[in-house]
């Protein structure tokens, strides 16, 4: 899918839920119980944005088990506009493309809303994500010039003060991704025809200023060339990036693949990736890639499906797994206990998936059921 067209179908979903949600409860869904039983030591909480019917919005949050089953957090569904959501250890943020609302996070992971920021009266908000140490928060602003803009947390408060802006134009938007450093992230897209991986340089209080970089793109068979599509950095230097292999007339030439970057110390990026050593995909078109905790593993999410790879740092990226799920998948993450959740906004699907190098086993209760989900995120805990 290009890039224009991923930017329009965000866009149209934060423009469809800027409505406050009710605060009716909505039936729990297929395998999870409202009393979390058995789970007095979640080891994490997830939430999901969802519409369940028109001019309805809401989020959703469970806690997980250490084999994965998932139950209700008490209070869930909890009223909110939002659509797009991030969070750090003890606030979660959420959009409805004019506003920023922060929620205080409770010990038991029920939501209560303390801030709203309005931002812009017009719209387009989307893409909300943090720095590693949760003290910054950033988003794409959506607009005939896209930008990125920067945020300070007051984490003792939830109040969110603005740093500063990255414009770059329409080739930039969604999420950025860090580094183990916390000073470089990366991103990168094929708007209008032109293959790009992009760069920002966080300083120490937040701002960001865009990376003057033009990294090389792998070998390829000729004449043909690579589009890519965002990025996936490891707890280290290493950076995935997802390649649809094109024609010199931009016919697609094969499924997606797996290009590995190395940041050096400047925030450089160079690769060793080539035609040859680089997997293919079984997933479709890419919507989404997050990088495992000990970055030893990375989870692929498209239109047909989702499945599970070994990044090996600078080397060549490998197979592991076949598709996981045969549904088309928007989003994945990832827990610190192996669990590998995957959303599915078509099918109303949360999967959840017990993962590590040697082993694949779905979590009891999964798939859950939702309606209408948007946008999913995890606190490990």
Known sequence: MSRSIRILLVLMGACASTVLASAQAAS???????????ISSPVAYIYVANSPSSGRNQIKGYAAAPNGALATIPGSPFSSRVSYI????????????????????????????VDTLEVESQGGLVNLFLDHTGTSLYTDYYTTNNEYLAYGIDNSTGKLTYINNVMGGPSIGYVVSFIGNNEFAYGSSCYHFTPEIYGLQRASNGAITSLASNPAFPATQDPGFYCPWSAAADPTNNVAVGMQPLTSDWGVAG???LATYTADSSGNLTTSSTYA????VAVGNINDYWMSPSGNLLAVSGDSGL?????????PITGYTGLLVTDYVDQVFWDNSNHLYALGRTAGKLWVFTVTPTGVKQAPGSPHSIVGPVDMIVLPK
């Open 28 to 38: 729990s869904p297929t395998g999870v119980s409202n009393t979390a039983p058995g």
């Open 86 to 113: 991030a969070l750090n250890g003890g606030w979660l943020f959420g959009t409805d493309g004019v506003n920023i609302d922060s929620f205080s996070i409770a010990s038991n992971g029920s939501l209560s809303l």
């Open 255 to 257: 499924p997606y693949q």
């Open 277 to 280: 050593n680089m997997p293919s």
């Open 307 to 315: 499945q599970v790879f070994h990044f090996n740092g600078s080397n």
